[in-house]
C-alpha cells in the first residue's frame, strides 16, 4: 500500500488535503481527505515548496498590507506545522514588501543543495511607508541556513514594476527571477510593458543584466502575476497575462525554453477580451509527467496539461460550481493526480472562501468538492504534494 499527501496552505487557515490512498491489490482508491490547521496568527500569502528531503519551506507576510515583512520557516511534513522551526525574516531592510493587490504577493523556489530563493515586489524603505516604484527584491538563505542574505534589487536599468514578480531554480545552479515591466525609454503604457529576466547560473551569487525575453511584442497586464517553473529536464515555462491591441487583448500566454533561458518560444493559452485588468494570478505543477497549467479567463479559473508545442494536450478543466472565481493553485503528485484550489469572493480589500478539487491524470474528478470559508483579506493560497 501506499499513502501520498497534498497540502493546501489558506492563511489563515492551512486545508491538509490528504492523499490517504490506502491501495490493497484490486480495492478502489479511496476519496481523499481533508483537515484544517491554523498557521500564525496575521499571516497572509502562503507561499510553500517542498524539496526532494521531505521538508516544506514556507513564506508569508505579515504587517501592515501596505509595507509588512516577509518571514520563512521549515518543517517535516510528517510533523506538519506545528513542528515548524522559529521564523527568519527574508528581506533584510524593515517594511519593504507589500501585500496589497494580493498578486504582489512573494514567490519562492528550491534550487541546488536545497537553498531557498525568494523574490517580492520591494519597496524603498521610508518611515514604514510604501515608496513608489516598486523594483525587483530578492534575497536567498544563507549557507548556514540561520538567516536569509542581505535583500538585493535585481533592477539594474529597468523599473516600474506593478504586477508579481515569480523565481524558478533547477539543480544546476541556475535561478531565473521574471518580471514584467517597461523600458524607461517606452510610453505606451501596458502595451509598451514586456516580460524580463535576470538569471544566475550559480546558485544566486550572481545575476545578469535583465533583458526582455517577449519574441514578440506583447504587452503585459499591468497589475496580474506571473509564474514561472523548471522541470526535471531544465525545461523553463513561465505564465503572464498579454496587453495587446491597446490593453483590450489580455491572453494568458505561455513561454518556454530549453537552453538555460537563451531562446524563448511563446504562444497564447486562453483568448480573453476585456479592456481592464483583471490582478489575476497563475499557478505551474511539473511533478509528474506534462506540466500543468492554471489560469483565470473570463471571472473563471481553469487548468490543464501543457504539451510540447505550448498547447494544451486536452481540454481545459474548469473549476465546478464556480462561476466567479480567482487565485488559481496546481499541484501534481507521483501518479499523475491533480489537486485544483481557487478563491471565491474575493476582491479588494475584501477576503472570501475557497475550494478545491482532487481529479486523475485523465480530468475526471476524485472525491467530493471542498470548501470552507474564513479566507483573509489580500490573502490567496498555496499548496504542495508528498
Not at 506571473?226 to 525545461?235: L, N, P, Q, S, Y
Not at 513561454?255 to 481592464?276: E, I, N, P, V
Not at 492554471?294 to 505550448?310: P, R
Request: with cysteine.
Amino acid at each position: 500500500m501506499t499513502s501520498l499527501t497534498i497540502k493546501i496552505l489558506a492563511l489563515p487557515f492551512a486545508i491538509m488535503t490528504v492523499f490517504a490512498f490506502a491501495r490493497p491489490r484490486l480495492l478502489p482508491l479511496p476519496a481523499p481527505k481533508v483537515s484544517l490547521e491554523a498557521l500564525p496568527a496575521g499571516s497572509i500569502q502562503p507561499q510553500s515548496v517542498i524539496d526532494a528531503k521531505g521538508t516544506v519551506h514556507l513564506v508569508y507576510f505579515k504587517g501592515a498590507p501596505e509595507a509588512g515583512d516577509l518571514w520563512y520557516c521549515k518543517y517535516k511534513v510528517t510533523d506538519g506545522i506545528s513542528g515548524a522551526s522559529a521564523p527568519l525574516r527574508v528581506n533584510s531592510d524593515p517594511n519593504t514588501a507589500t501585500a496589497m493587490g494580493t498578486i504582489r504577493s512573494e514567490q519562492i523556489a528550491i534550487g541546488v543543495d536545497g537553498r531557498v530563493h525568494v523574490v517580492w515586489n520591494g519597496l524603498a524603505p521610508k518611515n514604514g511607508k510604501p515608496y513608489a516604484p516598486m523594483y525587483l527584491a530578492y534575497a536567498r538563505l544563507k549557507d548556514s541556513g540561520t538567516n536569509f542574505e542581505q535583500q538585493r534589487n535585481l533592477c539594474k536599468w529597468t523599473g516600474n514594476l506593478d504586477g508579481g514578480s515569480t523565481v524558478a531554480a533547477d539543480g544546476k545552479g541556475n535561478v531565473y527571477a521574471l518580471w514584467h515591466t517597461s523600458p524607461p525609454e517606452v510610453k505606451l503604457g501596458e502595451e509598451g510593458r514586456g516580460v524580463f529576466m535576470s538569471i544566475s547560473h550559480d546558485g544566486g551569487k550572481t545575476f545578469s543584466r535583465e533583458r526582455m525575453i517577449n519574441p514578440d511584442p506583447t504587452g503585459a497586464c499591468a497589475c496580474c502575476s506571473m509564474k514561472a517553473v523548471v522541470d526535471a529536464t531544465g525545461r523553463a515555462t513561465v505564465l503572464f497575462r498579454a496587453a495587446r491591441n491597446k490593453g483590450t487583448e489580455r491572453d494568458t500566454m505561455v513561454m518556454t525554453s530549453t537552453d538555460h533561458g537563451g531562446q524563448w518560444k511563446m504562444r497564447s493559452l486562453d483568448a480573453w477580451k476585456l479592456d481592464a485588468c483583471p490582478m489575476s494570478s497563475f499557478s505551474l505543477a511539473d511533478d509528474s509527467g506534462p506540466t500543468v497549467a492554471a489560469w483565470e479567463t473570463k471571472e473563471q479559473v481553469f487548468w490543464g496539461l501543457l504539451g510540447s508545442d505550448n498547447q494544451l494536450t486536452g481540454k481545459s478543466v474548469v473549476a465546478p460550481g464556480a462561476p466567479k472565481s480567482k487565485h488559481p493553485v496546481v499541484v501534481t503528485n507521483n501518479r499523475g493526480d491533480v489537486l485544483f484550489a481557487w478563491t471565491e469572493g474575493t476582491g479588494w480589500n475584501r477576503g472570501g472562501s475557497f475550494s478545491w478539487q482532487v481529479y486523475d491524470k485523465a480530468g475526471s474528478a476524485i472525491g467530493a468538492r471542498g470548501h470552507a470559508d474564513g479566507l483573509a483579506v489580500w490573502s490567496l493560497l498555496s499548496a504542495y504534494a508528498k
